[in-house]
């Protein structure tokens, strides 16, 4: 009798080999034999078992991003939260002490205030600009410390000499947020932090189509519970994601260049431009932390510029709507510019004189550059900017 039922038949095997890495979304693996799955589990053997415990598409990006950030065994999680999530879990227990840049990514922030205390962690806060505050957050049984180098959206440069030397005095990690420096421009990993993580949905996969994060320790004890973690709590990465986010790493370091480049030529054609009351970009000489910049950065002032133009909520809608042909959306990263407004998103929740404190008015836009022509990009602002300003009292 015939078999009629259907199966999965293995491909006969080929002379030639593709040239892109396949996507592999097979959930589960299978082997001969309980000896060869033994072998598996206990690392005699090196494959896969279930797609959850990790999958060739994650691994394949991991080691990619490991590279740039020279290092080895990063994770892959599910988003940049979930690589965020795996690094605090990592480094903090019940009745331990987390402190966090007062500027971080505003769900790392919520993370920090709302779900670590339900796990009894006990969270603090510090002005990521300021040695003294710094110190005075870290208090007995912190054991970690996390921040972003350049913050969002209003781009000041932590002092992580600070940092590091605070968390060497008290014995805590430092996780570092590299989403917006990236490899580019600063390695946590070199310069003293324990562990470093990005959102990976942003610049290194590139076109917004991949959500995506990855997590790495320095400490192989810590990068082996990140490992479990994320297997445990149900953070891992999807291979499609993985396999996108592959394909938009390859062009990074060009995207990263030209995106860079348009940046700093936006940033100085904006500067003291009619309507524009203030220009924020690292390399600017009227930077705050101008110096740390440099010091910390180099040439890399990264492709994040904001801005503020004159007037209020009005002038704002009238700069969006004539600025149509850029994508007002509050992401970052994307191939293309975006452009996003802090008081109507990010910092929605924050009370006007608290988002007054930290400079974001509703006039205060922050851009991410892309890479298109650099002479579009900066007519198509100041058309914008003009139109802003004109028939709106
Ligand atoms: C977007 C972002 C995150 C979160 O990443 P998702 O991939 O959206 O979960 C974390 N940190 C920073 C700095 C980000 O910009």
């Known amino acids: 009798m015939s078999d009629h039922s259907i199966k999965r038949q293995p491909v006969n095997p080929s002379a030639s080999r593709p040239v892109v890495s396949p996507l592999q979304p097979s959930v589960v693996y299978a082997t001969e034999t309980p000896d060869a799955l033994d ?39 599910a988003s940049g939260m979930g ?7 990592a480094c903090a227990s019940a009745g331990d002490h987390v402190i966090g840049s007062t500027q971080l990514y505003g769900r790392s922030l919520r993370l920090m205030t709302e779900e670590l205390p339900r796990l009894g962690i006990t969270t ?22 996390l921040v972003e180098v350049v913050s969002n959206p209003t781009l000041r440069v932590a002092d992580m000499e600070a940092i590091y030397a605070v968390a060497a005095q008290i014995g805590a990690k430092v996780i570092v947020d590299n989403t917006f420096t990236t490899p580019r421009a600063y390695r946590p990993l070199d310069e003293g932090a324990d562990l470093v993580l990005h959102s990976v949905t942003k610049l290194l996969a590139g076109h917004s189509d991949a959500m995506l994060g990855w997590v790495a320790a320095k400490d192989p004890e810590i990068a082996a519970r990140l490992d479990v973690l994320a297997a445990t709590w149900g953070m891992t990465a999807a291979p499609f994601d993985c396999w996108m986010a592959e394909r938009g790493l390859l062009s990074f370091d060009l995207r990263f260049e030209r995106a860079q480049s348009n940046a700093r030529a936006l940033a100085d054609a904006l500067d003291g431009a009619q309507g524009v009351s203030r220009v924020i970009y690292p390399s600017l000489p009227s930077h705050p932390d101008h110096n740390r910049a440099g010091t910390l950065l180099g040439e890399n002032a990264g492709n994040m510029v904001s801005f503020e133009i004159i007037g209020g909520r009005a002038q704002a809608n009238a700069l969006t709507k004539a600025a149509s042909a850029i994508a007002f959306a509050p992401t970052l990263g994307d191939i293309n510019t975006t452009l996003s407004h802090a008081a109507s998103s990010s910092h929605r929740a924050l009370s006007e004189e608290a988002r007054a404190d930290i400079g974001i008015t ?24 003009t139109a802003s300003q004109t028939g709106i009292d």
């Open 39 to 77: 072998a598996l589990y206990e690392g005699g053997a090196r494959g896969h078992t279930y797609s959850r415990e990790g999958h060739p598409n994650a691994a394949t990006v991991a080691a990619m991003i490991d590279r740039l950030e020279g290092t080895t065994g990063g994770v892959m999680a």
């Open 83 to 89: 690589a965020v999530s795996l690094a605090l879990l």
């Open 124 to 145: 603090g806060f510090f002005d990521p600009t300021d040695a003294a505050s710094i110190r005075a957050a870290a208090i007995a049984g912190t054991t970690a410390i």
């Open 362 to 385: 509703e006039g205060f836009f922050r851009v991410s550059v892309g890479i298109e022509s650099a002479e579009h990009l900066i007519a198509t602002f100041k058309k914008a900017i």
